[in-house]
């Protein structure tokens, strides 16, 4: 079990994290304290991956370049 | 025109034309007869000026044409020339009357044949593969779910379309498109700088830096793709931090910038594919994830809870660990009393017939026994003692008469007389040495009385002196002197001065000539 904050995962190693602590739970090798310790952490990385894949929003914009060909801004895309 | 008529001197009839005449006369002709021509030949010398006009030449083996490309047809064409390519030009050839040159002004140009550019393809692919920018170990791997992905493609039409669609369908995101033109002289360097554009953004700037990139162009003809085949695009995409994938053209369409992506999709739909998961199975797995979670727990604590409970039913009541004890307690009190008693009759008994055989009688006769066996060897301690002493001075006799003084003596005696036989030889050659001394001593003696004066006047010679003691040697000084000494082997004659000796003095005064060495130093001085 990592001991890393759960909100500095990436949602890989998020959900790559839950499954190992999931698999541990399931062989039921874990000592009763550590079990609990591993819920705790695997409810707390699915909560963090829900909130990751809640955050499915669509947001498209296109960059407005300059005169010189640099960007100088977005403009939100509509309807594509 | 009109001195064509008429020209008074034959041979002279020829028409005369001004320089601009003749000029403007090549020209319409030139660019009458050659209005529009294609023209094949290999690229020379390239220029590319800052006006925005391409200057080439076209040549073969034996001819050059020198051609222009104006800026507005540069920036249309699909195939930018490069010198040694292949190409077949279109357009018009035209005179250039200020230097008396032609040239050719092109309107299209394209390689030539497919063969053509190819080869200029897989020699570019050779460079940079060379350089190591197709590498594997350059690849980077995709992000599994990447926060903006950043498009660079023509902001209308289908590709962009069906990348957003696809993305929707799967993961929604945030997009960044960076409109470039997909194809014309402007798409290389437009795709390049959008790729740099969004590297060169800082993560958490004022807009969101990619973490994922996708170059896509719908297909087309290869001319149509050639930007994508540019050298600035292929590095561009191979220098990226942000892992890109190109999906340029259809399936078998190949350009350089997918060797040098990171990944490369057959469409445009299929590097969206890549570049984000399906929400909706990630959605199911977590489920089934927290699912498994939650059973895991609760079924650890209630295999624990059913353990706990199987486990305390088996656990005896306290006071029935006790009984068997207490009874066996009990018995043994009973018991404790009878035994004692027993035991204490069994050990008296034991007592008795120990103690029995135990009488002052064993001890006396034992007594008896060793008191015997002392006196005996009492007796024998004397007899011992003597003989041991014996033994002793035998052994002290036979060392004593083994040590002999005469042998001492005997070597005393030899060395003894060694020394004698020493001393008389030492004192024999010290004699006989003395003697020799004392021999040559006197021969030497010898000698010096013979070579002495003395010597001399025994054989008859005499030394005269005069009165003051000088020796006199001439007849003249015996004459001068007042009285005269003279000396004899035996002693001394003092004469008055006189002439009774004269005549003898004479006689000896020569003969004393060679006595002459021996008297004093002060009688030599006195001759002078």
């Given at each position: ?11 890989e ?8 602590v ?9 000592a ?21 894949l ?27 | ?10 041979g ?32 020379g010398r ?24 104006w ?10 020339p490069?010198?040694?390519?292949e ?12 230097q ?54 023509s ?56 973490d ?21 695009v292929?590095?561009a ?21 997918d ?10 739909t299929?590097?969206?594919?890549m ?17 498994r ?27 029935t ?64 003692l ?28 030899r ?78 004659v003092?004469?008055?001065?006189g ?30």
């Open positions: 079990m990592s001991d890393t904050p759960v909100t500095e995962l990436s949602f190693q998020a959900i790559a994290e839950l499954e190992n999931v698999s541990q739970l399931d062989n039921g090798q874990v009763l304290d550590e079990s609990i310790k591993l819920y705790e952490r695997g409810a707390k990385l699915k909560e963090h991956c829900d909130a990751k809640k955050e499915a929003e669509e947001k498209v914009a296109a960059i407005k370049l300059g005169e010189n060909g640099t960007p100088s801004g977005t403009t939100p895309v509509e309807g594509l | 025109m009109s001195d064509l008529i008429d020209d008074p001197e034959p002279q009839n020829a028409p005369e034309f001004t320089v601009t005449e003749v000029s403007g006369a090549v020209k319409r002709t030139i660019e009458g007869a050659f209005s529009r021509v294609r023209v094949r030949g290999e690229v390239v220029s590319r000026p800052r006006s925005g006009h391409i200057y080439l030449d076209l040549k073969d083996d034996r001819a050059v044409l020198a051609g222009v490309i800026k507005g047809v540069s920036a249309r064409l699909a195939t930018q490069e010198e040694g390519m190409v077949v030009a279109t357009g018009k050839l035209t005179t250039f009357g200020g008396s040159k032609y040239q050719m002004v092109i309107e299209d140009i394209a390689p030539a044949g497919m063969g053509a550019l190819m080869a200029m393809l897989e020699k570019r692919k050779k460079m940079l593969e060379a350089e190591g920018l197709f590498a594997p170990e350059r690849k980077r791997e995709l992000p599994y779910l990447p926060e903006v992905i950043g498009v660079v493609t902001p209308s039409g289908a590709v962009i379309r069906d990348i957003l669609h696809r993305l929707r369908d799967r993961f929604p995101r945030k997009v960044l498109i960076w409109p470039v033109a997909v194809q014309g002289a402007k798409c290389a360097p437009e795709v390049a700088a959008a790729i740099n554009g969004f590297n060169a953004m800082t993560p958490g700037g004022s807009m969101p830096r990619p994922l990139l996708i170059v896509a162009r719908g297909g087309g003809s290869i001319e149509d793709l050639w930007g994508f085949n540019e050298e600035v292929a590095r995409a191979a220098a990226s931090e942000i892992p890109l994938i190109s999906a340029v053209g259809h399936e078998t369409d190949t350009t350089l910038i060797f040098a992506a990171d990944r490369r999709a057959p469409t445009p299929a590097a969206a594919e570049a984000v998961p399906v929400r909706m199975d990630l959605m199911s797995h977590l489920d089934t994830l927290g699912g979670l939650l059973r895991g727990v609760s079924q650890g604590t209630t295999l624990r809870r059913q353990r706990l409970a199987d486990v305390s039913r088996a656990l005896p009541r306290p006071e660990l006790l009984d068997s004890a207490k009874q066996r307690l009990d018995i043994a009190s009973l018991q404790l009393g009878p035994n004692l008693q027993k035991m204490v009759q069994g050990k008296r008994l034991e007592l008795q017939s120990t103690a029995s055989p135990l009488h002052p009688r064993i001890l006396r006769s034992r007594i008896a026994h060793l008191e015997e066996r002392s006196n005996e060897l009492a007796k024998r301690l004397g007899p011992s003597v003989r041991n002493t014996a033994t002793g001075r035998d052994r002290l006799n036979r060392a004593e008469q083994r040590l002999q003084p005469d042998v001492i003596r005997r070597d005393i005696k060395s003894r007389e060694k020394l004698d036989g020493l001393n008389r030889r030492f004192a024999a050659l010290a004699s006989s040495q003395v003697a020799a001394h004392k021999e040559r001593l006197n021969s030497l003696e010898r000698m010096r009385q013979t070579l002495g004066y003395t010597e001399t006047l025994k054989r008859g010679y005499a030394v005269v002196r005069d009165d003051a003691g000088g020796l006199v040697t001439t007849a003249d000084a015996a004459n001068a002197a007042a009285g005269l000494e003279i000396q004899f082997q035996d002693g001394r003092q004469t008055g001065k002439t009774a000796t004269s005549g003898s003095t004479p006689q000896k005064k020569p003969q004393k000539k060679p006595a002459k060495k021996t008297p004093p130093p002060e009688d030599q001085g006195s001759l002078f």
